[in-house]
């Protein structure tokens, strides 16, 4: 999923399941900022303090990075969380280990994640790990059948959409190479079309099976089924009862993923703040916005720094009492404790050591 549906789409959810704005505007910024949180390293401070980060994404997250994109401890936590083939703890899929691997909506992995997340929830990076769990289990639904490791599940031929020049133009881009190389690791063989909310498509995957997606009912499935998980953190009971989106707004959210058809995710995001700002949705008029880097972005805030990309041999940065309390800080705690979570708790109860 790209910025119109991580950012957007996850406050317009946050405020449809009871958060006042100011609270899902954290949890949506913690939500796209999973993509956007390229640098890893300590950070050291001109007093001597330091502080150790890590990554959730990849500094240029491009289909054809194929070294850089086989780190596991990016792709399994934060984009293709394991499915277990669907089935729940203390039972595995027939076949191999790769089956384990596989991406799968709404799997018990992925429950099981949500209640590690509301466990934090009093914590004071609560709404920060919200938000990067929200991400997780978005993706869920949008990476489902592929894996994040390099593996013939993810090749994928005879791809379709309801656009076949759009087809063209994207396979026309891969080279030889690529194709060998690249695709097999997360959805590369497939580009941006498990990404794209508006797409009907379908590909043969490396298995040799026909898949058909339609990424609007996905979408949506997702969104519905995200406000659930909120409502019940918001009650602190993962079990509670849960109604999900009211109606007209779920009709709503499935009439702007269908019908903003940009090929460019800034944009359909631009034309999502420009809804909720006109009080599209029940919850009313709200002015939102998302800066990743530079001026009034967390990280800014945090740390004074307008750069993109951190210099590990650079100046120390200024250090700022408020630097503790800080939501890139909070975000940076939240993304560890998630990681760890999954990695050496969760997938292992499943069976499934990946790291």
Request: proline content about 6%; glycine content about 8%; some cysteine.
């Amino acid at each position: 999923m790209q910025i119109d549906f991580h950012h957007t789409v996850t406050y317009v959810v946050a405020r449809l399941a009871g958060l006042p704005h100011t609270k899902a505007s954290k949890v949506a910024y913690a939500a796209q900022y999973v993509d956007d949180a390229t640098n890893d390293g300590v950070i050291r401070f001109e007093n001597g303090a330091m502080y150790s980060r890590i990554s959730s994404a990849h500094r240029m997250l491009d289909y054809r990075n194929s070294n850089a994109l086989k780190n596991r401890r990016v792709w399994l936590p934060f984009h293709f969380l394991p499915g277990n083939g669907g089935l729940p703890a203390g039972q595995a899929p027939r076949g191999r280990f790769y089956k384990r691997l596989v991406c799968r909506p709404d799997s018990n992995v992925a429950r099981d994640m949500l209640k590690a997340c509301m466990a934090d929830k009093h914590k004071p990076y609560g709404l920060h790990r919200l938000g990067i769990t929200l991400h997780v289990y978005a993706d869920t639904w949008a990476h489902q059948g592929f894996a994040g490791v390099n593996h013939k599940i993810n090749k994928a031929g005879d791809i379709r959409s309801q656009n076949r020049k759009d087809d063209d133009r994207l396979l026309a881009r891969l080279a030889n190479y690529f194709l060998s190389r690249a695709f097999p690791l997360g959805h590369g063989a497939v580009l941006s079309y498990p990404d794209r909310p508006y797409v009907d498509w379908s590909y043969k995957n490396g298995m040799g099976q026909t898949v058909v997606r339609s990424n609007p009912k996905d979408f949506v499935a997702a969104a519905d089924s995200m406000c659930r998980a909120m409502q019940r953190w918001l009650r602190d009971d993962p079990d509670a009862p849960a109604d999900g989106l009211p109606p007209a707004d779920k009709q709503k959210i499935g009439t702007l993923l269908k019908g903003f058809k940009n090929e460019d995710g800034e944009k359909r995001h631009t034309a999502w703040l420009k809804k909720i700002a006109a009080g599209y949705f029940s919850f009313g008029p709200a002015k939102l916005s998302y800066v990743p880097k530079g001026r009034y972005s967390w990280k800014h805030k945090a740390l004074g720094t307008m750069e993109w990309v951190d210099d590990p041999q650079g100046e120390p940065f200024e250090y700022k009492e408020s630097f503790l309390a800080s939501d890139w800080k909070m975000f940076h705690d939240a993304l560890q404790a998630h990681r760890f979570d999954i990695i050496h708790d969760i997938l292992p109860a499943f069976g499934i050591c990946v790291s």
